[in-house]
């Protein structure tokens, strides 16, 4: 076929068998086994809270921030291959740390507007003695804004060990599951306990410059650490 205008448009009905030929052969030799690949390099976590929402004291979730370099990422873990693939939840985390809280439709105007930070959720494994040993680690961190700055209230850390044989994956769902409704719970218990006593929400609430230079209070991090 020639164009009148263009002459090097010169193409031979042999020549466009040959790229056909060419393409289907590029399309099943490569493009395919990539597009399996890359799909058999995931495990998802299918993740949900199974229990009931918890009701907050004297706060309510105001948002939820992962700070992980790579929030889509749980961690690596071992195929029925001896293969180390990504592990992934099915759903945005921080969406899922969330729900374990009941937001109230009306907001008392004393109530806090908590942050919740997602520090660290990692899986890690390593092969031991033809098993698999590994750990599941949470760190959060319970925050709230005041005059503008965000104010660490406290954190949690935990971690669970387990082990478990090639091929199985059960149970990364309800190890996960258990840590966030730990942290969940740990915070509510704080607040409850903390509400009216701690310096940081003591200044909040009663707006306490002067109580505070009265009190000669330090502000401390609460940490809870758990084997």
């Not at 209230?153 to 059960?170: P, Q």
């Not at 599951?177 to 009663?206: C, H």
Request: glycine share 4%; aromatic share 12%; with cysteine.
């Amino acid at each position: 076929t020639r164009c009148s205008r263009d002459w090097s448009s010169d193409v031979c009905s042999s020549d466009l068998g040959s790229t056909m030929k060419s393409l289907i052969i590029f399309i099943l030799c490569f493009a395919l086994p990539l597009k399996d690949w890359g799909q058999n390099s995931a495990k998802f976590v299918p993740l949900k809270s199974t229990g009931n929402s918890i009701v907050p004291m004297q706060f309510y979730i105001d948002k939820v921030l992962d700070s992980r370099n790579n929030s889509s990422l749980i961690g690596m873990i071992y195929d029925a291959n001896l293969e180390l693939i990504q592990l992934k939840s099915n759903v945005v985390l921080k969406k899922y740390a969330g729900s374990f809280f009941q937001n109230p439709k009306n907001q008392d105007s004393l109530d806090y507007a908590i942050t919740i930070h997602i520090e660290k959720m990692e899986v890690k494994e390593k092969i031991v003695d033809k098993m698999i040993h590994g750990e599941c680690n949470l760190e959060l961190a319970f925050s709230f804004d005041r005059a503008g700055t965000d104010i660490v209230l406290t954190r949690f850390k935990n971690k669970i060990l387990f082990k478990r044989s090639f091929g199985e994956y059960d149970n990364y769902q309800k190890m996960i599951e258990r840590l966030f409704r730990k942290g969940s719970e740990y915070f509510n218990q704080w607040m409850a306990t903390n509400y009216d006593k701690n310096p940081i929400l003591v200044k909040s609430l009663l707006k306490k410059e002067k109580l505070a230079q009265k009190l000669g209070a330090k502000i401390n991090m609460d940490t809870l650490f758990v084997k």
